[in-house]
């Protein structure tokens, strides 16, 4: 009864743990962001992500310090916010730099915003809810997405919106044996553990598994359109918890990211990236960058219909 009362403590703690804010944690795509600014939930955090006019990512308080109105609400004027309220323009330090109607000789009040570290990389805009005096040696980066700019992987995006705590998220994802929940999006099947390791920093778990695709020829890639065209493969997947993400690898020809951005105990927003390897295509790479570059763009998103099919059943 004891042992029963302990595990039970410990998986409601688990559905009510709170973040690791010394991570960095994605908060939107680099096509969310547009002129107009954006804004976001990072664990119970209300921030404003901004372009400037040289294109750079700024990330402030989504607040102004007046009347506590939210500056995704007002607009970019050069580098700065403005409130849509009264016109208060904030800095990427997050410093009143303007308020319109005061008076050449009345000052600017002495208030600030918080400024989050924030980056744009790899399609996607990280940002840094911690200590920032961590970030000075460069030990804690993004989470490197290599394929992304990679002119062999074809790229899918789909969002999730799980109405729960992020641990019921990545508890899914680590979970290879609900394959018979996706029917026809799935592209692999009875999966067998071989082997798994943990550290404090992160989780790996290697099954082989039978997939249902090989992309090997210039056809293969109608076999994410018509599900009779597929063969069973044996292939080696590798699943891994790298915290607060998730990546998984089917073989040679697949790579799926988890991008995670807790909003609060009961909500998660994630990102699943969905990777095509074209690397099996040594005359493909003998081509023009430009041309090789005009094909990966064309494929973005082709397998949009099996991507999204998973992440509606899960």
């Known amino acids: 009864m004891i042992e029963s009362d302990s595990n039970s403590t410990q998986a409601r703690n688990i559905r009510t743990c709170e973040i690791n ?3 960095w944690y994605v908060v939107a795509s680099t096509k969310e962001i547009t002129d107009r600014p954006l804004g976001v939930i990072v664990w119970y955090h209300s921030i404003v992500i901004y372009r400037d006019t040289l294109g750079k990512i700024h990330a402030l308080e989504d607040r102004c310090p007046h009347r506590q109105v939210k500056l995704s609400a007002g607009k970019v004027v050069e580098d700065n916010l403005e409130c849509a309220y009264h016109g208060w323009q904030f800095n990427p330090q997050g410093k009143c730099q ?5 008076t050449d000789k009345q000052q600017l009040p002495n208030c600030q915003i918080y400024s989050y570290p924030v980056q744009e990389s790899d399609g996607f805009i990280w940002l840094f809810l911690g200590d920032k005096n961590l970030l000075n040696n460069n030990s804690i980066n993004p989470l490197k997405i290599p394929e992304w700019q990679h002119l062999n992987y074809i790229a ?3 969002t999730i919106e799980c109405k729960g ?3 019921f998220l990545i508890e899914n994802l680590m979970d290879m044996y609900h394959g018979h929940l996706h029917n026809n999006y799935q592209p692999w099947a009875n999966a067998k553990l071989e082997k798994i390791s943990a550290n404090e920093q992160k989780i790996d778990a290697i099954y082989e598994a039978e997939s249902y695709y090989k992309i ?4 293969s890639i109608s076999q994410l359109f018509f599900p009779w065209l597929r063969r ?12 607060p993400h998730w990546v998984s690898n089917l073989g040679e020809y697949f790579t799926i990211y988890c991008l995670f951005c807790p909003v609060n105990r009961t909500y998660t927003r994630a990102y699943l990236i969905h990777f095509t390897s074209l690397n099996a295509f040594w005359r493909l790479h003998k081509l023009p960058v430009w041309f090789r570059q ?8 082709s397998a949009q219909k099996m991507l999204d099919g998973l992440v509606k059943q899960d």
Do not use: A, C, E, M
């Open 21 to 23: 804010p010394n991570h």
């Open 98 to 102: 303007s308020i319109p109607y005061l």
């Open 156 to 158: 899918t995006v789909s």
């Open 165 to 167: 705590h992020f641990s």
């Open 216 to 219: 090997d020829r210039i056809w």
């Open 232 to 243: 069973v493969y044996q292939q080696p997947l590798k699943v891994s918890y790298l915290y």
């Open 294 to 301: 005009f094909i990966k763009n064309s494929l973005f998103g």
